[in-house]
């Protein structure tokens, strides 16, 4: 209905041997280039670009002109590396032509292109290639598993990426380094021992995805965290599961201390609610932090420790009210 889209506001991915991908007027676009718009806004431009970093990884300096030298995002953990040399050019173009079907709308055949790139590269044992691929294809999922699932994403997505930074320069200085893609939050619910339940959260770059949370009926006969420990061993059986890179349980020292000794390749948190301390296992003693209330990280594992005791209630009272009616 524009008049004259001019001024209106492009995502262009240029024809380098590294391609640039930027934003562009409507005056400058040339033929050669690859380009997706027109947005109603450079605001609106700007949150796809963000949601699209986050899944693809592209470099914001590649090394088109022979000068090696990190870009913003490689120090944030949201490029893989072009700029340093880290990522080859076949790899690179590979990976924009991902972002290219993404920008284009075609993300059912990139799932699949995808998933079978996930398998090629198992049943040739590069399975750190394979992890990082699956990476990919989950976060292609989540923004598009509906009609408004990439609106969801973007809408108020600042807030969780600020979140994730906090945490990770926090959990850094206690040596656990993580990207926090995906957190796992963990929580029990009972009532005397009876009807005991757990429940698991999942949030991906800081927002809940629903459709991944899983609900477990316990042995309560004894302690909760003996129910804890139920629930984690369960977890840990299913390998179909996608791999977490933060685990949080609800609960101080002793929670920790259990769900320690059955993860050992994923980091384990946890978070005291009385005075909100996150606990974690520091050189070989318990560590407690206090974080300040405002932190954006603090209250993201408040939202995820909230939502795992939200769930695990919910179904906890089906349970309960199922028992009463029999």
């Known amino acids: 209905m524009s008049k004259d889209d001019k001024s209106s506001t492009y995502i262009m991915v240029g024809n380098e041997d590294f391609p640039v991908v930027s934003l562009i007027r409507g005056g400058e676009i040339e033929n050669f280039r ?3 718009g027109p947005f109603r806004t450079r605001y609106e431009a700007e949150m ?3 949601v699209a970093r986050n899944i693809f990884k592209f470099c914001q300096n590649p090394p088109n002109n022979g000068v090696k030298r990190a870009c913003f995002y490689y120090h944030i953990g949201k490029c893989d590396g072009a700029c340093t040399g880290l990522v080859s050019k076949t790899k690179y173009r590979s990976k924009i032509g991902y972002l290219k079907r ?3 709308g075609s993300s059912s055949g990139l799932l699949v292109s995808l998933e079978k790139k996930i398998r090629r590269l198992a049943k040739n044992e590069k399975y750190e290639e394979a992890e990082e691929v699956r990476k990919m294809y989950e976060a292609v999922k989540w923004a598009t598993k509906t009609r408004h699932g990439l609106a969801e994403f973007l809408k108020d997505n600042q807030t969780p990426e600020r979140a994730i ?3 990770k320069v926090m959990l850094s200085s206690y040596g656990i380094e993580s990207s926090l893609e995906r957190i796992e939050g963990y929580d029990v619910a009972t009532t005397l021992q009876m009807d005991t339940v757990g429940a698991m959260v999942v949030f991906f770059l800081g927002t809940a995805d629903k459709s991944s949370y899983r609900k477990f009926k316990l042995d309560g006969s004894n302690s909760d965290t003996e129910a804890m420990k139920q629930m984690l061993v369960r977890r840990t059986r299913r390998t ?4 977490p890179d933060l685990i949080l349980v609800d609960g101080g020292r002793p929670q920790l201390s259990t769900a320690l000794k059955l993860i050992k390749d994923v980091p384990v948190i946890g978070l005291a609610k009385k005075e909100e301390l996150i606990v974690i296992f520091y050189e070989g003693k318990f560590i407690e932090i206090e974080m300040p209330r405002r932190s954006k990280g603090l209250q993201l594992l ?11 209630t919910g179904y906890h009272k089906q349970v309960r009210d199922r028992r009463s009616l029999s």
């Open 34 to 36: 690859s380009v997706y």
């Open 165 to 167: 930074r906090e945490l």
């Open 240 to 243: 179909d599961w996608p791999r």
């Open 302 to 312: 408040q939202q995820i420790r909230d939502e795992a005791h939200r769930f695990g």
């Open 102 to 104: 993404f920008l284009n």
């Open 48 to 50: 796809v670009l963000k």
